[in-house]
């Protein structure tokens, strides 16, 4: 099993940055690709950055230009730098890992931590 903990969300006001660390434990060595979906009140949960092993990432539209995933292997660590932050961005962001080669392969389950919440003030 792997565990994530997702922790750096608040309150910040609208054209500000935080930084989402999510740090793995457990089965550390099965873990792949990793990312970070968010999921606004009254939507669906959304893919929006992933990072390989190898570190290729891939962004939502929404996210690209302001937001950057990185990992520090070392760490098992994976970080959302979201820069530029827009009301639209507030959402409870959820670190993702997966054995897979990327995030959201078919059958193949993701392991998702508890969630923190962003909360961008206009």
């Known amino acids: 099993q792997v565990q994530l903990v997702e922790s750096g969300g608040g309150l910040v006001q609208a054209g500000g940055s935080l930084r989402l660390p999510c740090v793995a434990s457990?089965?550390?060595?099965?873990?792949?690709?990793m990312g970070w979906y968010r999921q606004a009140p009254g939507k669906q949960r959304e893919l929006g950055a992933t990072?390989?092993?190898?570190?290729?990432?891939t962004y939502a539209d929404s996210m690209k230009g302001r937001f950057t995933i990185s990992r520090d292997n070392a760490k098992n660590t994976v970080y959302l730098q979201m820069n530029s932050l827009k009301p639209e961005d507030a959402a409870v962001y959820y670190c993702?890992?997966?054995?897979?080669?990327?995030?959201?392969?078919?059958?193949?389950?993701?392991?998702w931590g508890q969630g923190t919440q962003v909360t961008v003030s206009s």
């Open positions: 993702a890992a997966s054995p897979g080669p990327r995030i959201g392969v078919p059958g193949i389950r993701n392991y």
């Open positions: 457990g089965s550390i060595f099965s873990i792949n690709a």
């Open positions: 990072i390989t092993s190898g570190g290729t990432t």
